[in-house]
C-alpha cells in the first residue's frame, strides 16, 4: 500500500533538523525575520540531548546562570535556576519554558525523523525525506543535531548482547519512565561524564554495583549548591554584563582564564593554586594555569594534584590506584562529578579494571572479562558518542551532483568545513556547531547562539540581495581544516584517545574536528567574514552571476 502522505509535498523558506537549544533559537529568529520555517524533531518534545538523557544523575557541566539563551533580557530574566549545576530534568523545562514563551511549538513536528536531505541544483532546493515518506523542500537547510546525539550514541557491539536475560540502557536513550534499580544488580560500563555522574547516584539505590571502568578519568568535584534569591536576583540586575562576558570569553563562562605558566610558581604556590580551584569546584582547576593544555611538565602538576586527591578520598590504595588516571590530565573532556571517589568506599561498589581483563561477551546472566563473570540484572552503557560527525552522517545528505557527505568526507577520513557552518558542494545549508567550529570546548549554548545569529544573518543577507545560492569554497575550507589540524597539534588534545579524536568509534577516522582557537576570537573572525560580503563563500545571485569572495 503507498502510503498516502508519500506525495505530499510542502515547501518552506527553511528547513531546521532538530529541536534543542540550536533548533529552537534557529526557528525563533528566521519565524521573526519572516522566513516560513520548520523544525523536525525525532523526540516527543523539545530539548535535543537533555530530552534524551534521563539516566540517574544526569546534569550540567556549566553552570547554570550562563548555560541559558542571552539573546532576550526579558527571557533571562524570567528564569530562575535553581542550583549551580542543576540536573537534567530542571534543563529540559527551561527549553520547555523557552519553547512555550516564544510560542514555537506550532512550527515544530514531534516524532518525526529526516531521513535524508538531497540538493537539487535544478531549482535550487533541498529535498528533505522523512521517515513516514513525507518529502519536504527548502531552500535552506539548517543541521542543529547537536555534536553528541541520539542519532549517533555507540553501543560497543559486544558479542551476546542479545541474549542478555536482564535490562540494558544507554544513558543517552535512557528511557522515559523510571528504571527501579531498588534490589538489583547494576553494571555501569564507561566512566566518561554520563558514567561519573550516574555512577555515584545509583549506587544509592542499586542492591551492587559494578563499574567497569578502561580508562580513569580527571574528575573534579562539581561544588554544586543551591543558589539563593539574592544571588539570582544579582545575576538579572547585571543581565548585560553576563551576556557580554559570556560572548567575550574564550569559552562561553567568564572568569576562568589565567594568565600564569603553572611552571613560574614553586611547588608550594602551585599547591595552593591548584587546592584553590578544586575547592571552588567546576572548570576551574582547568583553568588554574594558562599552558597545562600546551606543556606536558605543566601539564603533569596539575594531574599529580588530582592523583593525590584520588589518594586521599578513596580509602582502600589496591582500588585508589586503579582509578589514578595517567593521560594528559583535561585532554578528554573535563569531569564534574558530586561524590564520585567517595563512591568507592561504599561496600555495595566494586570497581573492575577492563583495560587489564577486557570484557569478552556478554552473557545471559551478564558480562564476562577475561578474568571473571559478574552476574547483573541491569546493564547501563554510559559509552559514548560518535561525536561530531556521527550526527550527521548518520542522515543521508547529499550535495551537489548526488554526492553525499559521507563520500565528501571520505566517511569521516578527509572532513572539510569551512568554519564548522558550511561545507562545499552543499549549497545553502548550515551547521550549527558543525565539525570544526569551537562547539564543544566550552559552555556550548555560547557557541549555539553565536552560529544561530550569524546564520539568521546570513540567510537574510542573501533575501535583501537577491542571492540565490552560497557555497563554500574549496580552497577556504581547506585553508580553515588545515588551521584547524595545527592548532590541535600544536596543544596535548591530539596525544590523547577520545571521543574528540574520534577514537572511541572502532575503525572511525582520526582528526581533531573542534577549533581550538577559542569562542570570542572564533566569534569576531565569522562576523569579520560577514561583514566581508562573506569571503570564503561563493554567492550566486538570481541572474546567475557569480561572486567569487
Ligand atoms: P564518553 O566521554 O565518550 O565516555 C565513554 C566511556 O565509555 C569511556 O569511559 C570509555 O572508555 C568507555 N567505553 C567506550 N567503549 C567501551 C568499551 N568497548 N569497553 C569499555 N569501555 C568503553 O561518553 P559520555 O560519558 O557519554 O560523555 C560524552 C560527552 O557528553 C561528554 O564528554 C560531554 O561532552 C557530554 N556530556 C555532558 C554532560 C554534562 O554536561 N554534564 C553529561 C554527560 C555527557 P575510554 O575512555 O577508554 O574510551
Redesign the pocket.
Known amino acids: 500500500m503507498t502510503n498516502p502522505k508519500q506525495n505530499q509535498i510542502n515547501t518552506y523558506d527553511a528547513v531546521v533538523i532538530g529541536a534543542g537549544f540550536s533548533g529552537l533559537y534557529m526557528l525563533h529568529l528566521l519565524r521573526e525575520a519572516g522566513f516560513t520555517t520548520r523544525v523536525y524533531e525525532k523526540g516527543n518534545g523539545v530539548g535535543g540531548a537533555w530530552y534524551w538523557?534521563r539516566y540517574p544523575g544526569?546534569?550540567?557541566?556549566s553552570e547554570s546562570i550562563y548555560y541559558n539563551f542571552v539573546f532576550s533580557e526579558e527571557l533571562y530574566k524570567e528564569w530562575s535556576w535553581s542550583s549551580r549545576y542543576p540536573e537534567q530534568p530542571e534543563i529540559l523545562r527551561y527549553l520547555n519554558f523557552v519553547a512555550d514563551r516564544l510560542d514555537l511549538r506550532r512550527d515544530i513536528q514531534f516524532n518525526t525523523e529526516v531521513r535524508s536531505a538531497h540538493y537539487d541544483e535544478s531549482i535550487n532546493k533541498w529535498h528533505i525525506q522523512l521517515h513516514d515518506g513525507t518529502s519536504i523542500s527548502a531552500k535552506y537547510l539548517i543541521t542543529g543535531l547537536g555534536c553528541?546525539s541520539v542519532n549517533a550514541t555507540?553501543v560497543?557491539n559486544f558479542k551476546g548482547l542479545d541474549q542478555f536475560e536482564g535490562k540494558w540502557y544507554h544513558?543517552?536513550a535512557w528511557p522515559h519512565e523510571k528504571v527501579d534499580l531498588r534490589g538489583k544488580r547494576v553494571g555501569v560500563?564507561?566512566?566518561?561524564?554520563?558514567?561519573i555522574?550516574t555512577i555515584p547516584v545509583i549506587a544509592q539505590e542499586a542492591a551492587h554495583l559494578t563499574v567497569?571502568q578502561?580508562?580513569p578519568q580527571y574528575s573534579l568535584p562539581a561544588g554544586n549548591h543551591p543558589y539563593t534569591t539574592e544571588f539570582i536576583q544579582r545575576t538579572k540586575d547585571n543581565f548585560k554584563e553576563i551576556a557580554r562576558q559570556m560572548h567575550e570569553s574564550m569559552g562561553g563562562q567568564p572568569g576562568l582564564a589565567s594568565d600564569r605558566s603553572a611552571l613560574e610558581d614553586t611547588p608550594e604556590q602551585r599547591q595552593k593554586v591548584y587546592e584553590a580551584a578544586w575547592e571552588k569546584g567546576g572548570a576551574a582547576m582547568m583553568f588554574a594555569y594558562n599552558d597545562l593544555l600546551t606543556n606536558e611538565e605543566a601539564n603533569e602538576t596539575a594531574a599529580n594534584f588530582i592523583r593525590s586527591k584520588i589518594g586521599e578520598i578513596v580509602k582502600d590504595p589496591s582500588i585508589a590506584e586503579k582509578l589514578m588516571p595517567t593521560y594528559h590530565f583535561a585532554t578528554?573532556?573535563i569531569v564534574m562529578d558530586t561524590n564520585y571517589f567517595e563512591t568507592y568506599n561504599r561496600e555495595n561498589v566494586t570497581l573492575v579494571d577492563?583495560k587489564n581483563a577486557p570484557?569478552v561477551e556478554i552473557t545471559p546472566k551478564g558480562i564476562r572479562t577475561t578474568e571473571e563473570e559478574y552476574e547483573l540484572d541491569i546493564i547501563v552503557f554510559?559509552?559514548?558518542?560518535d561525536g561530531m560527525t556521527g550526527p550527521l552522517l548518520k542522515i543521508d545528505i547529499r550535495g551537489k551532483e548526488g554526492v553525499s557527505l559521507k563520500e565528501k568526507w571520505d566517511n569521516g577520513a578527509q572532513v572539510n568545513t569551512y568554519l564548522g557552518l558550511a561545507t562545499s558542494g552543499f549549497p545553502n545549508m548550515f551547521m550549527v556547531t558543525g565539525p570544526e567550529s569551537p562547539s564543544?570546548l566550552g559552555n556550548v549554548p555560547v557557541a549555539i547562539q553565536q552560529h544561530v545569529e550569524w546564520i539568521s544573518d546570513c540567510i537574510n543577507y542573501l533575501r535583501e540581495n537577491e542571492i540565490e545560492t552560497m557555497e563554500a569554497n574549496v580552497e577556504a575550507e581547506q585553508n580553515w581544516s588545515k588551521h584547524c589540524s595545527e592548532l590541535a597539534d600544536s596543544t596535548l588534545y591530539t596525544k590523547t584517545?577520545s571521543?574528540y579524536t574520534g577514537a572511541?568509534i572502532p575503525g572511525k577516522p582520526r582528526g581533531f574536528l573542534i577549533y581550538l582557537g577559542g569562542y570570542a576570537p572564533y566569534n569576531q573572525m565569522i562576523k569579520d567574514i560577514a561583514k566581508n560580503n562573506y569571503n570564503g563563500f561563493t554567492l550566486t545571485p538570481h541572474k546567475g552571476e557569480i561572486y567569487l569572495n
Do not use: E
Open positions: 538523557s544526569a546534569r550540567c557541566d553528541l555507540n560497543p544513558t543517552g560500563i564507561g566512566t566518561g561524564s554520563s558514567g555522574q567497569f578502561r580508562t578528554k573532556r577492563v570484557i554510559a559509552t559514548g558518542y564543544v584517545d571521543w572511541n
